[in-house]
């Protein structure tokens, strides 16, 4: 029995829970009326019907959940036992090569066999396939009805089904609630666990401090020593993401956020605010599109006319100036938002003595939003440096470790890419860096980020 | 003693002097506003008009009329058996070859997309009875005459674009290929088909998985939990999700997902997860600020007269806030619609010339499509590219007007 069918069965015999449950709950609820009791019935009749529904689905779904964890293995097992099974050959991997074409075969997800000694089980497997299926599916019947039936002797006018119900979705809720929590250990313990297995092959120190970056060589064969320094990487990602990037986008972020709130018409904010916005909202890897066919080619075309050597056509620049106007409106919103938390009296005060508009912008309201500005600022940083696409399609794969803007510069992201796109094999120093190189990147990004919020939520805090 | 102070003279050359300064300063401090705005909105514009300049072409393509003298062909097909397997056996390449040569000269062969073949198979598949008569053919020009086409190409392709034209065979049409084909070699038959229904399926996997447990883990935050350190870390551990770089999720799903899980690789199912687990903080927390703000009298009222707690939620608070979660989750999935990076790490960097059948077949993204069509060499991919950004940039404009209407139209101030 497939497991489609299985789950319809199922839901049909929850429907049937349901509505027998219901209406004999309402029977039930009318009799006790009748004997003019109204306080004798706890639940609403519908609670009833949930109660023998639940009992009915989840235990049965738990057990296939179990079961379908469980029966591959008890099948291999007795595939293992048939006679057919004798000729296999002694090595694990063609062993499972095979049973897995066997497996495939029986299931009808292939149509032939590759390996004579696989059609040779295809028969065995086919019956383990179908004995297991009709048991677990006989199995999960069985707990359906026996779980129905237990609740539904318990349906009685003082039975307090809502409770119980109640109870389950709280769980659930609870449940779901985890979900966030075990992301997180997964994030952690996923790249702890891979760069511990990294840095069993290279020291730590050498991939932090190292100034030499060339994976391939080290993939190569020509040993692991001095190939995984990250500073050029670190540099890079700092170069276009803390400073390329910053230098475009805190004086225009600030100066739309100032000019928006300050000076323009309630039309023109109206509709500036979200066109600034859409610049949040259009993929990255269109912008590194943009940046990698129209932004660089012209930079380096002025590189080249104003006669500086080594310009590249992947260049720090192009990528830091495209993910500067990205970061627009992070910085313009987050300044927006703190200059607005400016109290009005200090406004006031400032323009009635006297000072013009812009001198209390600058000597009154960016000084008191300035912590809300700075976190804003932290904030599209560690935005910046885990950016992705656009580095990829315009920063260039060079490890340099120049301050030429108009030089190729990678950084930690782009590197990720590359080390986890090329051939995959999960023992080589080469794949296991991305994941060092992950750790690092979701650490800073976190303390950035922690650090931020604290200076905003401890400066808000200080005109409440 | 202070010292005894003139009042100002307001009409002295200097002090004229000094607050002329400082108005050129407030106007120049305004302006420099001004300036960064319009900077900052040029930048969208010039963007936008890039893409459109480049893509939009990408809808169009030329076609040559080929006229197909089918009984005079040397084509070894039997009109009374017309197969899939015996057209393949046709050798209908070489015989579109000959035809072209026939009709259009010896160069025909870089006049002629390298796949225009499959035009005339097509033709042959709607109508067998084409075999036995002449029968005109538009069949797609190569990426060179494309682009002279449309005043791009080398100066011997214009100078055929202009004969073909004299010759009346030339004409260019709406692109439907690029609507229904998939990812291919060959810019003049590759389409976005394949990647759309990718990003479609990966897209529902993403919803099904993070608006249930978004809107209940928003649910037990605001509404059941008692400030503990245990849902400290819960919230502590969202915020952080959220903030998290997009490509960390895709290591995530690559060591748990593919390592450990061995769910299939390149799939959408794995994609939908990993997008998922980006997705849920975002509904997490535009579903808290929705929740926070239903009145409080709301809940007081319903318990008054005797809802349980979980009755108050479900049939009173959830329905009022239901439109501000629907907003968030439009959001969070435009979010998702638009990202790459992650996608990248689970493989879905793999050439797909199929559209994917079902969730755990290997599928590729609208935004993963136009990353590989911006690395093909062929100048024929640009124009592709931008057209498919033009589309996802469309779908993201919808889905942003959609949360937009949403939240102009539940709006409600209590």
Known sequence: MTGPAILLLLAGLGAIAWVSARARAL?????????????????????????????????????????????????????????????????????????????????????????????????????????????????????????????????????????????????TLLVASLIAIITTVGIVASLLWESFRFFSMVNPIDFLFGTKWSPQSAAMGYGNDDAFGAVPLFWGTIFIGAIIAMIVAIPLGLMSAIYLTQYASPTVRRWMKPTLEMLAGVPTVVYGYFAALTIAPALRDFAVSIGIHGASSESALAAGLVMGVMIIPFVSSMADDSIAAVPQSMRDGSLAMGATTSETIRKVLIPAALPGVVGGVLLAVSRAIGETMIVVMAAGLAANLTANPFASVTTVTTQIVQLLTGDQEFDSAKTLAAFALGLVLFIVTLLLNIVALRVVKKYREAYE | MSAVRNPTD????????????????????????LFAVVLSASFLAFLLITMMGNGLRGFTRTEIALKVDFPASPLLIDPNAITDEALNNANLPMVTGEVAKKA????????????????????????????????????????????????QGSPEMEAAVTRLKQQGVLSTGFNWNFLSASDGTDPTQVGIWGAFKGSLLTMLVTLILSFPVGVATALYLEEYARKSWWTDIIEVSINNLAAVPSIIFGLLGLSIFLNLAHLPRSAALVGGLTLALMTMPVIVIAGRNAIKSVPPSIRDAALGIGASPVQVVFQHVLPLALPGILTGTIIGMARALGETAPLLMIGMRAFI??????????????????????????????????????????????????????????????
């Not at chain 1, 129905?148 to 979705?169: C, I, K, N, Q, S």
């Not at chain 2, 004229?16 to 050129?24: D, M």
């Not at chain 2, 469309?394 to 937009?404: E, P, R, S, T, Y």
Request: hydrophobic share 50%; aromatic share 10%.
């Open chain 2, 104 to 151: 259009l000269g010896d160069k025909a062969d870089a006049l002629l997309s390298p796949t225009a073949w499959i035009s005339i198979r097509d033709a042959i598949k709607a109508d067998p009875k084409i075999l036995s008569r002449t029968e005109t053919i538009n069949v797609p020009a190569s990426t060179g005459l494309d682009l002279a086409a449309k005043s």
């Open chain 1, 27 to 171: 029977r039930l609820q009318t009799a006790a009326r009748a004997t003019g009791r109204r306080d004798a019935v706890h639940s609403l009749p519908g609670y009833h019907g949930w109660y023998v529904a639940l009992w009915t689905l989840v235990p049965a779904i738990l057990f296939l959940v179990v079961w379908s964890n469980v029966a591959p293995g008890l099948v291999t097992q007795s595939v293992l036992a048939d006679p057919a099974a004798q000729s296999l050959p002694a090595d694990a991997f063609s062993r499972s090569a095979i049973l897995g074409e066997a497996r495939a075969i029986a299931s009808g997800s292939q149509a032939g066999a590759f390996n004579p000694l696989s059609q040779a089980l295809v028969e065995p497997y086919r019956t383990a396939l179908d004995t297991y299926g009709i048991a677990g599916a006989v199995l999960a019947l069985v707990l359906a009805f026996a779980g129905g039936a237990y609740a539904f002797t318990r349906v009685r006018p003082d039975f307090r089904a809502r409770t119980r119900v109640e109870r389950l979705v709280m769980a």
């Open chain 2, 10 to 33: 307001w009409k002295s050359e200097a002090m004229r002097k000094r607050i002329a300064g400082r108005y050129a300063a407030e106007r120049r401090f305004k302006f420099a506003g």
């Open chain 2, 353 to 414: 010339a199929t559209p994917p059948g079902g969730i755990t077949d290997p599928a590729t993204v609208l935004p993963v499509q136009i990353f590989l069509w911006s690395d093909e060499v062929s100048r024929g991919f640009v124009e592709k590219t931008s057209a498919a950004i033009i589309v996802l940039l469309a779908f993201l404009l919808a889905m942003n007007g959609l949360a937009i209407y949403l939240r102009n139209k539940f709006e409600t101030r209590w």
